[in-house]
């Protein structure tokens, strides 16, 4: 008899990720047709896809939103999760990533590693998540998989190891040899299924070749591998496979498969490999989290207390869906749960199994599962749902900082409320874009992540939301940094006005730091107590959200508190934190003090005829080339560029290279801005 918890072993929990246009869309919908979830292809193209469901996806032909999607391949249930792939909504990826056991990461295999692939690799590897690669497209003009596996190598430095040799190249690219089995899977034209026949003649020596190229390779990672290649010479397909197992669970090695999804070329081969080496719920760590300041751990056993995070927030016509991951225990129909960062109870009226826009209604699920619940009205993307009998808090995705900034007004002024609750909609399912009224002209300002990012969220006021906006021209943020300190900054902080006083005395040494903030304390003989250090550090934090340049935030410094003095009736943490606030801020007027604009590494590629145009426009903006190569027939181009001057530049670029350039970008930090 099945127990629940051999049932886990049987769920793998996967992402999709990838630069954009590198396939991720087309591999999700070969996976849902191959596994018999869908009847029909869908094609980006022709915005048929399943997951690109909403109308700006399918116009845009990109994926904006993660969509979840389960489906069932040889006796495991795979839920998995299309996630975005330009680098406007990275933030996507962060929230699903969090909830992930593993992801699938698709390569181009004509340009291999690309910007954006690169970014949401280190992504994954911040959270720990295994991966195995698909480098896709193999039928494309151009296309080398030893290529796009070099640059995984080189750009990634993960140790590939390839289990498939490629049938054909490009237009003739028909099947793959197993390197496992040593047995050929050959694809018909237009066909569904695979033929399993033996290894073409023409191709067995390089088989050979390769298959003790893996060997080797995973003998000098896997030590029990390595045990039985240096007894046999040789390792056999079981301690292959159990080794490859191994190393993409720890992350010592990444399995790279290849084939073409759009004309359904290898995709039956990865869902095998899915199977086979990314881990169950029950083969990662035990989720972490906290209540009352203690630590705590909860496995993943459905008879555990319940607790799950909820990663992503969606409003429909139907009501809203708050999409959940289940780290332990189990929830039905009707259950109370309890909300950890709103500390209240929510009533669960419905149980979703997610099919990107379509849902199937279950009566209850389990730990390793990833549903969508219905009736919860104060859950938020990174909240922790729990059983109200033993609280926990799990940790929320990382937020990040948005970069742009435009100006909101509903055109008609009748419609100015219902405009701010579409913007509190947006911002709830969307925690990377950010709501804030202008103090000195009163407009509201919204702030994403890019131009892209902005521009979806505008057009969904006016689709979804039924308003007419005006929208103002992009502003990037601005950061402050202390390019020269001071020392012995002395400030006293004394206010006398009937009962109590207040009196702190500190005194500070400011210094530039690479990044981020630091503090720490130099004061001897316990002249300001450790108490109202800690308030004193308060205070300075605080301190940090307006510079004296122009109330930006404030980044790159370090403060030591060197000494002080206490009066004995008329010292508190409240006159410290404030003597710290206003301290450092005067201090950072004595400073002398650099504007920090964003800065991103952009990548054009364009062809040889149009370099030179592509090259001046960029030093008009402001760039900085570092790189630049020949790639099958078109030059690409690699330059650090301010965010600020690239409004506007998709439609420069397309004029430019009458429509054949492309481009993408990727944050960087902060760089000093040109005095003004």
Not at 85 to 96: K, L, P, Q, T
Not at 615 to 635: E, F, N, P, W, Y
Request: glycine fraction near 10%; hydrophobic fraction near 40%; charge should be negative.
């Amino acid at each position: 008899m099945r127990t629940h918890l051999d049932t886990l072993t049987t769920v793998r929990n996967l992402g999709i990720l990838a630069h954009v246009d590198a396939g991720k869309t087309t591999v999700t919908e070969r996976i849902l047709y191959a596994t018999g979830t869908t009847h029909r292809r869908g094609e980006v193209h022709d915005g048929t896809t399943v997951t690109d469901f909403d109308p700006q996806e399918r116009d845009r032909g990109i994926t904006i939103f993660a969509a979840a999607v389960s489906c069932a391949w040889d006796g495991h249930r795979i839920n998995l999760i299309d996630t975005p792939g330009h680098v406007d909504f990275a933030a996507e990826v962060e929230r699903s990533l969090r909830v992930l056991d593993g992801a699938v990461a698709v390569f181009d295999a004509v340009a291999g590693v690309e910007p954006q692939s690169e970014s949401v690799w280190r992504q994954a590897d911040r959270h720990g998540v295994p991966r195995i690669a698909f480098v896709n497209k193999l039928d494309r003009a151009g296309a080398d998989l030893d290529t796009a596996v070099a640059s995984i190598r080189d750009r990634l430095h993960p140790a590939p190891l390839v289990v498939q040799l490629p049938i054909g190249a490009e237009d003739r690219f028909t099947g793959v040899v197993d390197l496992l089995r040593m047995r050929a899977l050959v694809w018909a034209e237009g066909g569904d299924s695979p033929e399993d026949v033996p290894v073409p003649k023409a191709l067995r020596e390089e088989a050979r070749r390769r298959r003790r190229l893996l060997e080797e390779a995973v003998a000098e990672l896997h030590p029990a591998a390595l045990e039985e290649f240096v007894g046999r010479d040789e390792l056999s397909a079981g301690t292959l496979a159990a080794a490859l197992r191994d190393l993409t669970r720890s992350g010592d090695g990444v399995v790279v498969l290849c084939g073409s999804a759009y004309r359904n070329r290898g995709i039956e081969p990865l869902l095998d490999a899915v199977v086979a080496y990314l881990p169950s719920p029950l083969d990662v760590p035990a989720v972490r989290g906290g209540h009352d300041g203690t630590a705590e751990e909860r496995a993943a056993d459905p008879a555990a207390p319940f607790a799950a995070l909820a990663f992503k927030v969606h409003a429909t016509p139907t009501g809203r869906l708050t999409y959940v991951r289940i780290y332990s225990g189990t929830i039905g129909k009707g259950d109370t749960v309890w909300d950890a960062g709103a500390r209240r109870g929510e009533r669960i009226g419905r149980i979703l199994r997610v099919q990107a826009d379509r849902h199937t209604q279950v009566d209850r699920a389990l730990a390793g599962d990833i549903v969508a619940l219905v009736g919860l009205k104060s859950a938020r993307a990174g909240s922790t749902l729990c059983d109200p009998r033993a609280p926990l808090v799990l940790e929320p995705p990382g937020a990040t900082e948005p970069v742009v900034s435009v100006a909101v007004e509903a055109r008609r002024s009748t419609d100015t409320d219902r405009l701010a609750s579409a913007l509190a909609r947006l911002t709830e399912e969307d925690p990377s874009l950010v709501v804030r009224t202008d103090a000195e002209t009163g407009q509201t300002v919204l702030s994403g992540m890019g131009e892209l990012h902005l521009e979806v969220a505008a057009e969904q006021l006016r689709r979804v939301h039924g308003l007419e906006v005006n929208v103002g021209r992009p502003a990037v943020s601005h950061r402050e940094t202390v390019g020269r300190g001071v020392s012995g900054f002395v400030f006293r902080h004394v206010k006398q006005d009937g009962g109590a006083g207040q009196f702190a005395h500190v005194v500070l040494d400011v210094e530039p730091l690479e990044e981020g903030f630091a503090f720490r304390s130099a004061v001897v003989g316990g002249r300001v107590p450790q108490e109202y250090v800690r308030a004193v550090e308060a205070g300075c934090r605080e301190a940090l959200g307006e510079g004296p340049l122009g109330g930006h935030p404030v980044t790159g410094l370090r403060v030591t508190l060197t000494d002080g003095s206490t009066h004995v009736k008329d010292s508190s943490d409240t006159a410290f934190r404030t003597a710290g606030r206003l301290g450092l801020r005067e201090a950072l007027r004595a400073c002398a003090m650099v504007l920090l604009e964003p800065v991103v590494e952009l990548t054009v590629s364009v062809p040889e005829d149009a370099v030179g145009g592509v090259l001046g426009d960029l030093a008009a903006r402001r760039g900085r080339v570092s790189d630049s190569l020949t790639r099958s027939g078109a030059a690409v181009v690699t330059a650090t560029v301010p965010l600020a001057e690239l409004f506007g530049y998709a439609t420069r670029l397309r004029s430019r290279t009458q429509g054949r350039g492309t481009f993408t970008a990727r944050p960087t930090g902060y760089a000093p801005a040109p005095a003004r």
